[in-house]
């Protein structure tokens, strides 16, 4: 009876991870290709997937851009390559005229074939600041200080505080411009608080649960709390007998619990059910891009309220997705090198079906989620293949660095050697990633 309900999961999770995959290497493509065409370097294939082709179409510069029937990835194949890995056509390029070979990838002039490699991984980044941009302008941003659009249930009495109020202090400290965690963490216990806001003209006190009660936000697919039953919007009454008003005190009793599982009391619909839940031991990154293990139980937090939001304006927007993409690359840099000292379990590494599952995952959240993932997605492969191995766009990039300072390229031999090598340690990575997918 569960064979059709498995099996049509396992086809949509393929069917997400392909669309993904499909929008992140056509953007990386598409960067190679049009920086070439510019640089006056000849595409003749422009393909997203591999293998039987299943559709072509030849465009006016003699390019044929086609859709192949196995869709885990794409390629340009430039004038001059042997295959899709831009490896060199040899016994074709010693056939062609002087001034065909300009027009190929490895004929071209330095400037030409450095920028069109380039273009990959910056068409990455740029994909991913306009995303995270658009994200920002048609979402808009929560404002400083915070207006109540609507409150969340929640099980206290007492609470005067109503939607189009806004917060101007929390038990007399004015709220930040720049709210931090020591801001909040510095407040007062207690379920309900002093709130100074305005409303209307007036300013009033009026009373309101910690700013981050302990309400779940959201649940962490195939986490602890998923396992649990856990859903987004119950209240945390109690967590191993301790009467709870801030999710930070949650926080502090599944730290102390040092992995042994904790028993919830929870606020849903009105009545008090119970849990059990069993915390996971994980590597968390922390503010200086460096990584602290904690038992997490894979719930988020949320603030008691729904807040107004406003739209930046376009160029503020851009900047705001240019600071996202950046802080990606550089908590990719953080995890790379933690990784590779052995700093945090290989675990955290994952492959294809880790990656096939995030875009189902996200897919379900909505749109704005997957559309998201999808820009953090891109950074991530744009940061990749500036590594520098063989094979990669960054390997490349090298042989090209080598070339601009000894005034020679790498020998055929030197190069094949190389690009050998970088294809198995990259295959070898993935094969590890996909290791990890399965049985971590």
């Known amino acids: 009876m569960t064979i059709l309900p498995q099996f049509g999961n396992v086809f949509l999770t393929l069917i997400y991870f392909v669309v993904a995959l499909s929008i992140i290497v056509g953007v990386h493509e598409y960067g190679h290709y049009i920086v070439g065409r510019w640089s006056g370097i000849k595409a003749e294939v422009f393909s997203i997937g591999f293998g039987p082709v299943l559709f072509a179409r030849e465009d006016k510069h003699g390019t044929v851009w086609q859709i192949a029937a196995i869709p885990f990835g794409g390629y340009v194949k430039f004038l001059g390559d042997a295959n899709a890995a831009s490896g060199k056509d040899g016994e074709a390029m010693e056939a062609m005229p002087a001034e065909q070979l300009r027009h190929t990838m490895h004929g071209a002039p330095l400037w030409a074939r450095s920028a069109t490699v380039l273009a990959g991984p910056v068409f990455n980044f740029i994909f991913s600041i306009f995303v995270f941009a658009g994200l920002l302008l048609t979402l808009g941003m929560v404002a400083t200080p915070p207006k109540v659009s609507s409150l969340h249930p929640l099980p206290y009495e007492g609470v005067t505080i109503e939607a189009g109020d806004q917060i101007i202090a929390i038990a007399g400290e004015p709220f930040p411009e720049e709210p931090s965690r020591a801001y909040f963490d510095a407040l007062p216990d207690g379920l309900l608080l002093d709130y100074t806001v305005k409303r209307g003209g007036d300013e009033l006190i009026v009373q309101g649960p910690q700013y981050s009660p302990a309400r779940i936000g959201g649940v962490q697919p195939r986490s602890a709390g998923e396992a649990a039953g856990l859903l987004e919007g119950d209240v945390i009454l109690r967590a191993d007998g301790q009467d709870l008003s801030s999710f930070m005190q949650l926080v502090d009793v599944v730290k102390a619990a040092e992995g042994a599982p904790v ?178």
């Open 263 to 440: 028993r919830l009391n929870v606020w849903r619909d009105g009545e008090d059910k119970e849990f059990v839940i069993q915390p996971e031991l994980r590597d968390v990154p922390t503010a200086d891009n460096g990584f602290e293990k904690r038992f997490l139980i894979g719930i988020f937090s949320s603030t008691f309220f729904e807040a107004e939001t406003e739209r930046p304006g376009v160029f503020e927007a851009v900047g705001l997705g240019a600071e996202q993409t950046y802080s990606v690359v550089t908590r990719s840099i953080s995890g790379l090198y933690h990784l590779a000292f052995g700093k945090i379990s290989s675990c955290n590494m994952s492959g294809a079906i880790g990656i096939a599952r995030a875009s189902k995952d996200q897919a379900e959240e909505g749109f704005a989620a997957f559309i998201g993932f999808l820009a953090l997605l891109s950074t991530a492969v744009g940061f990749l293949n500036l590594l520098p191995i063989p094979m990669l766009d960054g390997g490349h990039l090298m042989f090209y660095g080598y070339e601009a300072v000894m005034r020679k390229k790498p020998s055929d031999k030197v190069m094949q050697v190389l690009m050998s090598m970088g294809i198995a340690l990259v295959l070898s990575v993935m094969v590890f990633a996909l290791w990890n997918d399965i049985f971590c």
